[in-house]
């Protein structure tokens, strides 16, 4: 079956430390990949897409990484901050049109 | 500034009644869709539409219905049919260009409670 599968566990740091979370997925061979950050009781908000043929993208602190052959993307938020404490989401294109298919999402917390 | 409008933002039904929740954006996006988010299940697809006058079925569509009569407007109905009801609901449109560029610009959702 297909599956889009990430940390459950909520992911705790330090102020100033590196995030790193995980995206791991099966029996889908995704064209584009999205993340998402969503807060408490909102919508989530787009953050960065990242293609097949790119291994890494970048935006601000911000930085995803894509490996096919893995079926994995990891998302990296550098010099981590308080207001970066989120549920952070992958998803991928499944299927025809735009359709997105979404993980369960991992917890960050970012402490003093 | 060009967004995405659910209403309302809560909502209490009593059993066995259709309830019927608003969409509206002003982005232009030709495509918009309809997610239920549950704790500890993620987002789950009940209905999209790419295009006026046309939806499609997602993962879980049962109970549920459509219209897409405005490239505005997407309102889902949740009808007596559908079993567990309560839940937060997202909806989302995109641009629809074929080439997947684009994130999908999401409300900030409604919380459909049945008591």
């Known amino acids: 079956s297909q599956k889009i599968e990430q940390n459950s566990e909520a992911l705790n740091i330090q102020e100033g430390k590196t995030a790193t979370l995980t995206c791991n997925y099966t029996?889908?061979?995704?064209?584009?990949l999205q993340w998402y950050r969503q807060d408490p009781g909102r919508g989530p908000v787009f953050l960065l897409l990242?293609?097949?043929?790119?291994k890494e993208k970048r935006k601000e602190r911000l930085k995803v990484t894509f490996d096919t052959t893995l079926k994995q993307s990891l998302f990296h938020i550098t010099a981590s901050q308080p207001a970066d404490s989120a549920t952070y989401l992958c998803?991928?294109?499944?299927?025809?049109?735009?359709?997105?298919?979404f993980g369960t999402g991992t917890q960050l917390k970012v402490e003093l | 500034d060009g967004g995405i409008t659910q209403s309302p933002k809560y909502l209490f039904r009593k059993e066995g009644q259709n309830v019927t929740l608003s969409c509206e954006q002003n982005?232009?996006?030709?495509?918009m869709y309809w997610y239920r988010q549950d704790p500890g299940q993620g987002l789950r697809l009940i209905y999209y539409s790419q295009i006026v006058n046309d939806f499609q079925k997602g993962d879980i569509a049962e109970g549920y219905s459509v219209s897409r009569e405005k490239k505005e407007s997407f309102p889902l109905t949740v009808t007596s049919a559908q079993k567990n009801p309560t839940a937060f609901y997202l909806c989302?449109?995109?641009?629809?260009?074929?080439?997947?560029?684009?994130?999908?610009?999401f409300g900030s959702g409604t919380r459909l409670t049945v008591v």
């Open positions: 990242i293609r097949e043929n790119e």
């Open positions: 989302a449109s995109s641009r629809n260009d074929g080439k997947s560029n684009y994130g999908y610009t």
């Open positions: 029996n889908y061979s995704p064209a584009y």
């Open positions: 998803a991928l294109f499944t299927g025809g049109g735009n359709k997105l298919t």
């Open positions: 982005l232009n996006h030709d495509a």
